[in-house]
């Protein structure tokens, strides 16, 4: 049981590029949603900016040659050809726009 907890709710970064370990990109969205109302009431941006690094990360080093992003937003040649998901593609939209209303907000 404790194998299957640490596998999936680990603070040991499985990836050294990124600040998460993305398996669920609109998992990530709602996640966001979460870390964006925390914001809002305590002012610390630490969780905004972990994503927005892995985001950004993403959308430079992870697009296909149609310009869609992996699923793990890593740049590995396996998924780089695998098709992808429309939900996993409108998150990276709504992460961007959320940051954008943050931004304007600041």
Avoid at 83 to 93: G, M, N, R, S, V
């Amino acid at each position: 049981m404790i194998h299957l907890i640490t596998r999936y709710y680990s603070a040991v970064n499985k990836n050294q590029t990124l600040n998460l370990h993305i398996d669920l990109p609109w998992f990530v969205t709602v996640l966001f949603r979460g870390y964006e109302a925390l914001y809002r009431i305590d002012g610390n941006d630490k969780y905004i900016k972990a994503i927005e690094k892995d985001l950004n990360y993403a959308w430079d080093n992870s697009k296909d040659k149609y310009g869609f992003i992996t699923h793990s937003w890593l740049p590995a040649k396996e998924e780089l050809r695998k098709p992808k998901w429309l939900l996993d593609e409108a998150c990276i939209a709504e992460l961007y726009a959320r940051l954008s209303f943050i931004g304007q907000k600041q």
